[in-house]
């Protein structure tokens, strides 16, 4: 064949070609609201009628006989079936695969959970994505439980926190009433025990206070080189009265080469929550130990063991948890005017130590508990 007769077939072809796909194209979006089995069919269709149209103008300028034409006709046809069944077949799997995308979409919104079947080998788009959903349930599922259990958690904080205050506010109203009224006989023993019941309020709404800034991300921490053995030493000479009013006798070891890099008044609040809890937990006649160390990692360790009879291991996960007070022989009764039982001290003593960039733990020993604040050491400003 020469040169001019192929271009002739060439452009002939594509603008039947051209001619035929534009309309395809119409066809498509005249039913681009029907199903994709529908639109992969106006393909399929699209195609075969831009070759048979190609043929027949072909046919027309004399370079195809009638009899070729015929047996193109059939080759087309068959043609045509073949492609139009491939369709049907693709047709069916996309719409059940559609179909599992859109159960899992109903179930992720409805807050159930999502079970993806998949063959191991299946690396179809439909199937990645409805594995990215089942993924994206799961990572939901969990975030709803961490906002259940925080907002369970919230309520219960709230009722305690109520119940709290309402007692040494009633206590107050009451003494109060009586001096006004004139019917007490020493208004000294009076006014002693609302400056107690005072200060127990006030170290409750500094305890809330500091709460809402560790969870709320405004803790700001004023770094500067920290000796834990100065922290431990001021903090057991605050609280040896304390101590002493239990019969609870305070321990200290270690040494003053350890320090940190930190804030001094955040950590003073950790050690000295982490002693009150041992204080007010420990019986009578007992002892509390403080001791500070370092790891072979070269961080800094502080624990504090106590023997008030440890903590049920189911609960051990539960310390930490904002409001929990754990079992009645676990929540004290209030201590020479300090906050004690809204289960707050331990919270607070979990965010400071991680805005450290440290860790908390805790874990039972013979009679008692022992709690273990590790804190890295050189730690930038």
């Given at each position: ?56 103008a072909i046919a027309q300028a004399m370079y195809l006989s009638q009899h070729d034409l015929t ?154 080189n920290v000796s834990l053995y100065d922290l431990v030493s001021d903090a057991v000479a605050d ?143």
């Amino acid at each position: 064949m020469n040169l001019p007769d192929l271009a002739v077939i060439i452009a002939v072809s594509v603008v039947c070609a051209v001619v035929v796909g534009l309309l395809g194209l119409v066809a498509l979006w005249l039913a681009r609201h029907s199903t994709m089995l529908v639109r992969l069919c106006i393909v399929v269709i699209t195609s075969i009628l831009s070759v048979v149209t190609g043929m027949i103008a072909i046919a027309q300028a004399m370079y195809l006989s009638q009899h070729d034409l015929t047996v193109s006709f059939y080759v087309a046809a068959a043609a045509t079936v073949s492609s139009l069944g491939v369709a049907l077949v693709l047709g069916r799997l996309f719409a059940r695969d559609s179909r599992q995308l859109r159960r899992l979409a109903q179930a992720i919104g409805a807050g159930e959970d999502v079970v993806l079947q998949t063959h191991p080998r299946d690396n179809s788009e439909l199937t990645r994505l409805g594995t990215e959903l089942a993924s994206t349930s799961e990572r939901l599922a969990e975030a709803r439980g961490e906002v259940e259990a925080i907002d369970a958690s919230r309520r219960e904080l709230v009722a305690w926190i109520s119940h709290d205050l309402r007692t040494p506010l009633a206590g107050l109203r009451a003494m109060a009433e009586a001096l006004e009224d004139g019917m007490t006989e020493d208004p000294d023993r009076f006014h002693r025990q609302m400056r107690s019941q005072v200060d127990h309020l006030s170290g409750m709404v500094d305890d809330l206070f500091e709460l809402s800034k560790i969870h709320s991300g405004t803790l700001t921490l004023a770094r500067e080189n920290v000796s834990l053995y100065d922290l431990v030493s001021d903090a057991v000479a605050d609280l040896r009265f304390m101590a002493e009013s239990r019969r609870v006798t305070l321990r200290e070891a270690g040494g003053p080469g350890i320090s940190v890099i930190g804030d001094p008044r955040e950590l003073t609040r950790v050690v000295e929550n982490l002693l009150t809890n041992a204080i007010q937990h420990s019986p009578s006649g007992s002892e509390v130990f403080i001791e500070t160390s370092e790891d072979a990692d070269g961080n800094a360790i502080l624990t504090v063991s106590d023997a008030g009879g440890g903590i049920p291991e189911e609960n051990l996960s539960e310390v930490f948890r904002t409001g929990w007070r754990g079992t009645p022989s676990r929540t004290p009764q209030p201590l020479l005017g300090r906050s004690t039982g809204a289960g707050l001290g331990l919270a607070i003593v979990q965010g400071i130590v991680e805005a450290h960039s440290g860790g908390v733990t805790v874990h039972n020993i013979v009679d008692g508990c022992r709690f273990e604040v590790r804190l890295p050491r050189g730690l930038a400003a």
